[in-house]
Nanobody
Framework: VQLQASGGGLVQAGGSLRLSCAAS????????MGWYRQAPGKHRELVAS???????QYADSVKGRFTISRDNAKNTVYLQMNSLKPEDTAVYYCNADVLSVHEPMIMRNYWGRGTLVTVSS
């Protein structure tokens, strides 16, 4: 199973970006999917998560500005980021809990490689 994130880049404060993360491989089902971020010198933190039934959770710092969604048919999770601030600058990682065809009884957690988001002031 692999997670491939895309959509990062450089944007001015107040701008928007949309991140995508597609899971591929021998997937039976995907449970919770999420986005984390890690800024220079800081710990990785949860930005947003979404359950298989589309129940969502957000970090307080992004509530009202970011929206997480998923397309279960495409095994893809999205993060729409609006009203971006310089403090949103970080490497964003997608994460997913996956049951694979090869291990249908074991839920494993996978990380994507990360995509850099830079917000200039």
């Amino acid at each position: 199973v692999q997670l491939q994130a895309s959509g990062g880049g450089l944007v001015q404060a107040g701008g928007s970006l949309r991140l995508s993360c597609a899971a591929s491989g021998s997937i039976l089902t995907i449970n919770t999917m999420g986005w984390y971020r890690q800024a220079p010198g800081k710990h990785r933190e949860l930005v947003a998560s979404i359950s298989v039934s589309s129940s969502t959770q957000y970090a307080d710092s992004v509530k009202g500005r970011f929206t997480i969604s998923r397309d279960n048919a495409k095994n893809t999770v999205y993060l729409q980021m609006n009203s971006l601030k310089p403090e949103d600058t970080a490497v964003y990682y997608c994460n997913a809990d996956v049951l694979s065809v090869h291990e249908p009884m074991i839920m494993r957690n996978y990380w994507g490689r990360g995509t850099l988001v830079t917000v200039s002031s």
